[in-house]
């Protein structure tokens, strides 16, 4: 059979039925347990006549089929590293390229702030930061005035101040509101998920515990192979 390992999902999913939304990552376990689910149902269907005991053990993953739309949609969603993917919806891509351009042009406006003349004495160093999820500029302290904005940070030493200059306020609260934008629509897409595999919780536990029955199988196939190990014939006693 395949190589049987894969994650304990039981516990997820049991939050998952108390209405709980699951973490990325484990949606992604879910992903990864359905996919070896399918490779192990092909492998025994191609196997049926030859292991007829295995195709009994392997019954409840005969439901697999009620499965196909959740699996579809966790690996639409949920990337192989447990992120989610910026296409698990045309909302959530329409929402990062609208925030990465709004980025982009943030960029574009710090480099030439960085470059221009008239912040050049006042600059601690040529490089941009974030703090608290805004674009920000190294001061030198007592250059402070010079640079009108708002302060939202001070290095450890006391020599530099971190400060959002005034004219990219506006471009930054932008930036704010489409990052919001994006964590509601994650938000909503990994509720939505969780809400169908609890569903499915039945089957999926169902087909769970056959993946493990067929695990120990081929543990115990495995331990005779290393032990040249031949069946035993019983008599009447």
């Known amino acids: 059979v395949p190589r049987m390992a894969f994650p304990d999902v039981e516990e997820a999913l049991g939050r998952a039925g108390k209405g709980a939304v699951l973490e990325t ?6 992903a990864v347990v359905l996919a ?21 053990a392997a019954r409840a993953l005969g439901a697999g089929h009620e499965l196909r739309g959740v699996k579809a949609s966790l690996e639409a969603s949920i990337q192989p590293d447990g992120s989610i993917r910026d296409s698990a919806t045309p909302e959530l891509r329409r929402l990062t390229h609208h925030a990465n351009d709004l980025k982009q042009q943030i960029r574009h406006r710090l480099e030439d702030i960085l ?16 703090r608290d999820g805004r674009y920000v500029v190294p001061i030198k302290i007592d250059m402070q005035g010079r640079v009108p904005g708002i302060v ?6 006391g020599a530099t101040v971190f400060v959002e200059p005034r004219e990219l306020v506006d471009l930054n609260n932008a930036i704010k509101v489409a ?6 629509e994650v ?22 515990d056959a993946l493990a029955e067929l695990d120990a199988i081929a543990a115990r196939a495995a331990l005779a192979r290393r032990l040249q190990a031949s069946p035993v014939s019983l008599n009447d006693e």
């Open 25 to 30: 990552h484990e949606l992604r376990d879910h």
């Open 36 to 56: 070896l689910w399918d490779e192990v149902q092909r492998h025994l269907g191609r196997h049926a006549q030859e292991a007829p005991a295995l195709a009994i």
């Open 115 to 130: 470059q221009s003349k008239r912040y050049e004495d006042a600059l601690q160093e040529q490089y941009f930061a974030e």
């Open 179 to 184: 990052d919001r934008e994006i964590d509601r």
């Open 152 to 157: 939202h940070d001070v290095s450890a030493s």
């Open 187 to 208: 938000m909503r897409i990994l509720r939505d998920l969780s809400g169908r595999l609890a569903e499915k919780a039945a089957i999926i536990l169902a087909g769970v």
